[in-house]
């Protein structure tokens, strides 16, 4: 009999412990709703195929011409810092103006530090400014 009520105890006290720790037991609209399958992610954005999308753009087809050409693709990539920042980076940071094509093609001829860290860019003086003019044309480009 002492057998009998003290597994009729353990057993009473572990429902009362399975129902409070959030067993099953009850319908609860709670444990219902926590249940469901979370909703879809949201699809991520499509990237954009440049060569595509500027498939006819002299500006594009000399910039990436030149860059291909010259040793820009050791220090910078379109969408990733490298050691200098990304094409996408710069774009974002200068109008597309005459001004800033001056500037920057400046920069890239003659070299510079300071604008996007301690890391220096080295001059590139045997390019000619009507390039340096078109690579930053087509850095431009690339705005988002």
């Given at each position: ?68 050409q010259?040793?820009?693709?050791s220090?910078?990539m ?67």
């Amino acid at each position: 009999m002492k057998l009998n009520i003290k597994l009729s105890l353990a057993i009473l006290a572990s429902a009362m412990m399975a129902v409070s720790c959030g067993g099953s037991g009850g319908g609860s609209s709670e444990s219902e709703s926590t249940s469901s399958t979370p909703p879809p992610a949201p699809e991520p954005p499509k990237e954009v195929n440049l060569e595509e999308k500027y498939k006819d753009d002299p500006i594009f087809i000399r910039g990436v011409e030149l860059m291909q050409q010259n040793d820009c693709p050791s220090c910078h990539m379109i969408e990733r810092k490298i050691v200098g920042p990304s094409y996408a980076d710069v774009a974002a940071k200068y109008e597309s103006t005459e001004e800033n094509v001056e500037l920057l093609a400046g920069r890239v001829i003659a070299g510079n530090v300071g604008e996007w860290g301690e890391i220096p860019m080295p001059a590139h003086p045997a390019l000619s400014e009507d390039d340096a003019k078109d690579m930053v044309r087509y850095v431009l480009l690339l705005k988002k």
